[in-house]
């Protein structure tokens, strides 16, 4: 395999992945990042056992399994306690679950494992591409390049995505979030992520993370949705009249947030829907949200930006010519990411709306649906990342599925988790 020197922008976890592989293989790596300073951005996600299975080709299961929480039910119910989703990875078999994890125990597990820092240009945004998409231009007017390959891994905003000339549509959703860390302390469901509906203007979610690097304290990841037209004014309002509400609506979670005493403490998250057509143009590839964001109703986006990653390393070792390998990326994953555009599109509405009507329809038949045995099917390989087409099911490799039987789980409190149950 040839060398190549290589640029990426974006040192996210798509980026982060990427830079780790491709310098493995002994490509010569570059990476540009915008911000001054090199940190996670989000507080928590659920990695899937399709994300699992890269860091365990990584060789960075064990640590992730070390700092992650293990999830085993996804739960959501209306404030009365009606249950809505009750989906358990005991159903798909093989001892699969899903790992909370913080954002910063992700990030710092990737950068350890790629320690070479000088290669990370920070403060600098990359704005443009030259037409053979070798050369870069920053914000201050400089060039850089050329290169063999450039990935952009500049996320759901990206401002590369342009440059394929195949965007076929990008549009923010006008529901977002506000998230943050909460200590876990006696939460009751430590291997859960719980959530609670008001029809679906209103969700709030309750995601344990475990522990980062550096903080031994477990932590839950809390998000509330929100329409995007409406931050500014909850953040005029103050925090007594939303901690009233949540008080209302879910007291348990109400107690968590004792913690939270400024607005500031929330970070805000917008979501983008984009369909590009082809991901590359020449030398110019895009990864992760670049690619394909979606909204955050199947949680995916994680544990996609290290399927692309992967993939894409594996094209470039199997491909000598560059567009070749390209082409071969985009092959390879374009199945896998299409469906769950696909049922993203669908599902947000569903839980991320002001339609009534269809939230009233899902608290009566979105819980049946799981119990039947062909919805219920579907619906855990949905969950697990392990969907492949509208028919097909990705598989996972027995070494993998080994890997994961093998590791010791970190023992929760008896009464905790019999009272998850």
Request: glycine content about 10%.
């Amino acid at each position: 395999m040839t060398a190549l020197h290589i640029a990426i922008i974006g040192y996210g976890t798509a980026g982060q992945t990427a830079a780790l592989l491709l310098a493995r293989d002994g490509h010569r790596v570059e990476v540009f990042e915008r911000a001054a300073e090199l940190g996670p951005v989000g507080a928590g996600f659920l990695l899937q056992p399709t994300g699992l299975q890269v860091l365990w080709e990584l060789g960075l299961l064990e640590s992730a399994l070390a700092h992650g929480r293990r999830v085993h039910r996804l739960h959501g119910e209306t404030p009365c306690g009606r249950a809505v989703m009750d989906m358990r990875y005991a159903g798909l078999g093989g001892n699969l679950f899903g790992l909370g994890m913080q954002r910063g125990a992700l990030f710092t597990l990737l950068a350890d494992a790629w320690p070479d820092a000088r290669h990370v240009h920070r403060g600098h945004t990359i704005t443009a591409l030259d037409d053979d998409t070798r050369r870069m231009r920053d914000q201050h007017g400089r060039w850089h390049g050329p290169f063999d390959l450039v990935i952009a891994a500049d996320g759901a905003g990206s401002q590369l995505r342009g440059a394929t000339r195949q965007v076929r549509g990008e549009a923010v959703y006008p529901w977002g979030a506000l998230w943050c860390l909460v200590p876990a302390d006696d939460w009751a469901w430590q291997d859960e992520l719980r959530q609670r509906y008001v029809a679906a203007r209103k969700m709030i979610g309750m995601l344990p993370v475990g522990t980062r690097p550096g903080d031994d304290t477990p932590r839950l990841s809390f998000f509330w949705s929100l329409p995007v037209g409406e931050f500014d004014d909850w953040h005029a309002r103050g925090l007594s009249p939303w901690r009233e509400e949540i008080a209302q609506l879910w007291p348990d979670a109400h107690e968590r947030l004792a913690c939270i005493t400024d607005t500031a403490q929330l970070a805000r998250a917008v979501y983008r829907d984009v369909s590009v057509r082809q991901w590359h143009r020449d030398r110019l590839v895009l990864l992760g949200d670049a690619a394909h964001a979606m909204s955050p109703q199947l949680g995916q986006g994680v544990n996609m930006a290290l399927m692309d990653a992967l993939a894409l390393r594996d094209a470039l070792r199997t491909h000598t010519e560059v567009p070749l390998a390209l082409q071969a990326y985009q092959q390879q994953r374009q199945a896998h990411v299409g469906v769950y555009q696909f049922w993203s599109r669908w599902l947000t509405p569903i839980f991320q709306s002001d339609r009534d009507m269809i939230a009233r329809a899902r608290d009566i038949a979105f819980l049946p649906m799981g119990r039947l045995p062909g919805g219920r099917g579907h619906m855990l390989r949905v969950l697990s990342g392990t969907q492949h087409g509208f028919l097909g099911k990705l598989p996972l490799k027995p070494e993998f599925l080994a890997a994961l039987g093998k590791a010791e789980p970190v023992a929760l409190d008896a009464a905790r988790a019999d009272g998850a149950r």
